[in-house]
């Protein structure tokens, strides 16, 4: 039996966060009561004439610099013609062609296996407009829902041949462009809610062959775990209908949750079926260079950059620095504590530590919490300064959690500050070697391990306040000496 290769080719659709349609003023939301945003012009209504919006134009502008993209200076919509019920109008407004999209011919990098990046070529960036839902009554027919109809849609096109050729590929290249929209803030990447939804292209042939086998597209994946394994299972069901002489069909298959396992759904169109030409309703976009190059410059610094710079300029390790740049907020959260003065490893353990444990237990955001990163960098310092140890830190943390009182202003009214007069420390060893005769007749026969207790004791007798490392040196210069 042959090996075979994976190629895996990715379609992404993002609901623009715009607060209009398309080409309407209808407002945009997720839910609601069925056909409750809707107008003549996105139900599609003879004699209706559409209108551009302006930022979902920018929104894909700035998604197609960001990937790195040549930019159409001169691009035009066209119409996509396909009979569909959840498709009002008979045709979907779309774009078509190599270079017509308002971006074309980039790339993005993705964390490769092996250490490093590895580069996904990105062949289009375009903009089109949503298509209704189609709903299951409780009676038992089907409706249309047309309140996501002429929603601003921004389609992701990886290049062909494709570059993607393993499930983790696929699911790693989609948690990174999901990375990259959320930092634009163009979509808010929530694959639960159907606003950015993934359709791989998958296919496989021999190893060594340069001539590609027939694809399916497999779509209702509505998580990176699924599109993980819905490429996995793509591929498997290819190989072993290939191993039994059957012949594969371009087709679109669903994916079944619940089986994890993808089923036939039609027989996938090719692009002459839709009959592709040039919306007349819609004059051709411009752009010069001067906005162009305003777009570029108020871009922010992206997911992949700012996990090489705190990797590199803060030292923090790969898991780390992943965690924090998962989340915009989150990042933007540690940021400020670093500009306040916080170290950036201390800060980031507290945040990804007790911070973060504490967050998801009451179900809030770093933002809502009474936690300001101002706080963090007090508590941080006070740790480095040796006025607290990290047990009473813990403590002095939890408190400011549910309160909101500054860290410094508890130790002061608890009298939490840590005991590093050595003196103190010398005197509270004796009281528990004098208290502990029988454990030190032990540590002094070779029992050394009973040493741990000893230090536990030290730090009951104190309240936990005495400085640590003062404590074990203290208690080994007196074992030494009785």
Known sequence: MPEYVASVGMEVHAELSTQSKMFCRCPVAFGGEPNTRVCPICLGMPGTLPVPNRAAIEMVLKTALALNCQIAMTSVFHRKNYFYPDLPKGYQVSQYGETNPLGYNGYLEIPASGGGTKRIGIRRVHL??????????????????????????????????????????????????????????????????????????????????????????????????SVQLGVAFEVRRQIAALATGATLRQETRGWDENREASYPMRIKESENDYRYFPCPDLVPMKFDEAAIEALRASLPELPLAKLRRYRESLGLSDYDAGLLVADKDWATYFEQAVELGGDPKAVCNWMNGDFAKMLNETGQSASASKVTPAHLVELVRLIASGTISGKIAKEVFAETFRTGQAPAQIVEAKGATQISDLGAIESAVLRVLKDNADVVAKYKSGQTSVGGFLIGQVMRETKGRANPQLVREALDKALEEA
């Open 128 to 225: 089109e407009e949503d298509t209704g839902k189609l709903m299951h009554l409780p009676s038992g027919g089907s409706g249309v829902d047309f309140n996501r109809a002429g929603v601003p849609l921004m389609e992701i096109v990886t290049d062909f041949p494709p570059d993607i050729e393993t499930p983790d590929e696929a699911k790693e290249y989609l948690a990174q462009l999901r990375h990259i929209l959320v930092y634009l803030g163009v979509c808010d990447g929530k694959m639960e809610e159907g606003s950015m939804r993934c359709e791989p292209n998958i296919s496989v042939r021999p190893v060594g062959s340069e001539t590609y086998g027939i694809k399916s597209e497999l779509k209702n994946l509505n998580s990176f775990r």
